[in-house]
């Protein structure tokens, strides 16, 4: 059995009310946590190989920025699990837009259940304790119960902890193709426009499926008070020029509310549980049980405030695969620490966008096993 | 809309809306005729003067390949770049007798169409002196990356004069035979209309791009000449290994990968090392001591995040294979990826080589094709280096040579003789010339 030490201690983090701990302190607080995750992750072959060619002796000090990070598509290539193949209960995969491959990453009870908790933690400064109705903008087919879990499904899952009562807007049609299911639509007009509801779905299946519907009707939804999560396909709504700004007018443009709320979190499978929403100032905010590190692309060194560079996400929450430092494909900016005006503490930042495609131009464009025909 | 730059107006910037303002400019200079009126070694003594000029300029030599550029530049090296295309200069000339009653002259081909890579800025350059050589008249498509650098050499051959035979030649009645010109790729109308101005078409770049302008509409009359999408590597057996100046040749080598960013078809992607004394740990360490050294000379100063990404991922792969070792920068500088899997990788680029061991040439051979252009040769004995070469020559490749000269682009390239394409050959059959 894959045991974390420190367990109180990450359980504390987790569960303790977030962004209420200077980032000094917080680091203080990771450290030795993810330090004995990182003695037990040697047990993966691939870890250990990583770690003695760098020579990384985990028992050492170590500070967070020195924690060997993985490259996030290397989920796709090697197996990172770091506990026992019979503990894992589930594989969660990625969205895989870019390179077709999704991610697996294995989850054992231990981790899912962390994960889950830390979801509610950092979603509760947002949607508070009590439980609504909770409107997904996606397929109930996406959540149902299976070994292998989708980013979407475990979203939904992660937030139906706030619900009383969920409703799918979707249903599935000739394979993956979504479609808005106008029964479930119909209901949901009728019987929660005087309600205080939480609505959920992937940026990309918003802008390109549920926005487009309802416009074509010609009518604005109606609900006392709503709260709009969602996350995700940014890389397909950046190829069409959509901006955040856009996306927002549209979505106002069809929903009708005393008070209304767009919250455009980012977060990833590979980092299930930590999630980073929008705070008013439309920044970022890093919750206590896991760090941010912005590395300049040239040097790989930390950025310093204002500087932009490669976003690496770094979580205490999972003993069953490496969550411990991902570099992410994602670009960033640090925008400060402790001191955002919303009042959150530790570092927060902005989102870019992807790393640029890079395409290798003129007479060394090839790849030297294929030959004209 | 294009952007044209032409010698008529000091080679700053006009808008023009079709290309046929082209050919009125060309018509009204009467641009080939000039040209043509030049005896080749004036042509060759004023681009001569013009690698000396360029070469004094700390604006333009400060870039990379430049240097090169103007060693190639020299009249030593264009004569003999002519005389191997076309066996003597004098063929540019006029007729020469070639036995009793036959005679040769390589008449310009007309008007050629240049579309240039963006990947070596200095390729323009090769691209148009050749065409020059050869009396032609030139539209180059330049990429936006080197435009500024073009315009910058052709107002220093605007007033440049070379002394020949008595007369003075000057720069501008050969730059009056060029025209640099730049507008978006993605302009088909132009794209065509531009191959269909061509007697001959010259196509530097990668794979999509060559098949996008070959299979524009042309005349019939058109050549059309391809330098498309290549690999190049390199193989050393285990006597040259041995040697004492190895770290001299590995220090040559990694000049060869730190050029244009490892993005030219001749730069080197994979390291081949036959079994022997030295591991190829040992190897690494030997030229991670170079990449070190030449880093400190020549520090990379900023790296696309999509490419420091690359690296990193490709780090990753080796970091994480126990089957798999790697040497690296502690930053994106450079990165040595080392392991025994006999293939051709993926190009990486940006000073990322893989180097592996073989146990005979044998293994190498399967691996060549026609796409092959270039192998740094680092092969002891002379037999056993001539077989190689005679064998892999046979297979595809197009060009060996000793590691820090792969990226000096010579004649041939890519398995042709230039000059020899820009040319029409005529031939006359009867009674002398020189005879009443």
Not at chain 1, 16 to 27: A, D, F, G, L, R
Request: charged share 25%; net charge positive; hydrophobic share 40%.
């Amino acid at each position: 059995m894959n045991q974390v030490c420190y367990k109180k201690e990450l359980d504390e983090l987790i569960n303790n009310k977030q962004y209420m701990i200077s980032n000094h302190i917080k680091q203080e607080l990771l450290l030795p946590i993810i330090n004995s995750q990182l003695i037990s992750a040697i047990k993966n072959p691939s870890i250990k190989s990583y770690f003695n060619k760098i020579n990384f002796f985990p028992e050492k000090n170590i500070k967070l920025d020195q924690i060997p990070f993985i490259p996030v598509n290397m989920f796709k290539e090697f197996d990172l699990s770091t506990c026992e193949k019979d503990e894992i209960i589930k594989i969660v995969h990625s969205s895989s837009t870019t390179s077709l491959i999704p991610s697996s990453i294995p989850i054992n009870k231990s981790t899912s259940l962390r994960q889950s908790k830390a979801l509610y933690s950092i979603l509760k400064t947002i949607l508070g304790k009590r439980r609504r109705p909770f409107v997904v903008l996606d397929t109930p087919s996406v959540n149902t119960f299976q070994n292998h879990l989708s980013a979407r499904g475990a979203a939904i899952r992660g937030l139906s902890f706030f619900s009383k009562g969920i409703y799918y807007m979707m249903k599935s049609e000739k394979g993956d193709k979504l479609i808005v299911e106008e029964d479930n639509l119909n209901f949901v007009i009728k019987e929660l426009h005087d309600s205080d509801v939480f609505i959920f779905g992937f940026t990309y299946i918003i802008w390109s499926v549920f926005i487009p519907f309802i416009l074509k009707l010609k009518i604005r939804i109606q609900f006392k008070k709503v709260i709009i999560l969602h996350s995700g396909g940014w890389k397909k709504l950046n190829d069409q020029r959509v901006t955040k700004q856009e996306f927002n007018k549209k979505l106002e443009s069809i929903i009708e509310s005393e008070s209304l709320e767009i919250i455009d979190f980012y977060g990833m499978a590979e980092q299930m549980g930590v999630i980073f929403p929008d705070c008013k100032y439309l920044n970022k905010h890093v919750p206590d049980f896991a760090e941010i590190i912005i590395r300049d692309p040239l040097s790989l060194k930390e950025c310093s405030i204002g500087q932009s560079g490669l976003i690496e996400i770094i979580s205490a929450l999972s003993d069953s695969y490496y969550s411990q430092a991902i570099l992410t494909d994602d670009l960033g900016i640090m925008l400060g620490v402790d001191n955002c005006p919303c009042g959150k503490k530790g570092k927060y930042f902005k989102l870019l966008s992807r790393v640029e495609q890079i395409e290798i131009r003129g007479c060394g464009d090839t790849y030297a096993s294929k030959e004209y025909e | 809309m294009i952007n044209a730059y032409l010698s008529d107006n000091s080679f700053s910037l006009t808008e023009i809306k079709n290309l046929n303002e082209i050919s009125v400019f060309f018509h009204k200079k009467k641009s080939m005729e000039s040209i043509w009126k030049i005896p080749v070694k004036a042509i060759i003594g004023l681009l001569d003067n013009l690698g000396k000029s360029i070469m004094k300029n700390s604006m333009l030599n400060k870039h990379e390949g430049v240097s090169y550029l103007c060693l190639w530049l020299r009249k030593k090296n264009l004569l003999n770049l002519t005389r191997l295309s076309l066996g003597n200069e004098n063929f540019l000339n006029e007729f020469i007798a070639i036995n009793n009653n036959q005679w040769l002259i390589a008449q310009p081909r007309g008007i050629v169409c240049h579309w240039i890579a963006g990947n070596i800025l200095t390729l323009s350059m090769f691209s148009l002196v050749q065409s020059l050589i050869t009396k032609n008249i030139n539209i180059i498509k330049v990429p936006p990356e080197s435009i500024d650098f073009m315009i910058q050499i052709m107002k220093i051959l605007n007033d440049l004069e070379f002394n020949f035979n008595e007369k003075i030649y000057k720069g501008r009645d050969i730059s009056i035979a060029v025209v640099l010109i730049t507008y978006s790729s993605f302009n088909k109308n132009i794209n065509v209309h531009l191959s269909n101005m061509a007697d001959t078409k010259i196509i530097w770049g990668g794979g999509e791009a060559v098949k996008n302008i070959v299979s524009l509409p042309q005349k019939e009359t058109c050549q059309t000449i391809v330098y498309g999408p290549k690999y190049s590597f390199c193989v050393f057996d285990k006597e040259f290994l041995s040697l004492n100046e190895i770290k001299e040749v590995f220090s040559n080598l990694v000049r060869d990968v730190i050029a244009f960013e490892q993005n030219g078809c001749s730069s080197p992607h994979v390291l081949f090392f036959e079994k022997g004394n030295i591991s190829l740990q040992k190897i690494a360490e030997i030229l991670k001591d170079c990449f070190d050294e030449i880093s400190k000379k020549y520090p990379r100063l900023f790296i696309q995040s999509g490419v420091a990404y690359k690296i990193l991922t490709t780090r990753a792969r080796y970091y994480l294979d126990p089957e798999k070792n790697i040497l690296n920068s502690i930053n994106c500088d450079w990165t040595i990826l080392i392991d025994n899997e006999i293939k051709l990788e993926e190009p990486v680029g940006y000073r990322t080589i893989f180097i592996k061991s073989i146990d005979s040439f044998e293994q190498i051979f399967p691996l060549i094709n026609k796409r092959i252009q270039t192998i740094g040769i680092g092969i002891k004995n002379h037999k056993k280096r001539k077989n190689f070469c005679m064998r892999a020559s046979f297979l595809g490749v197009d060009r060996f040579v000793k590691p820090g000269m792969m990226n000096n682009i010579e004649t041939p390239w890519d398995g042709m003789m230039m000059l020899s394409r820009l040319v029409r050959w005529v031939s006359y059959k009867g009674d002398d010339f020189e005879k009443e």
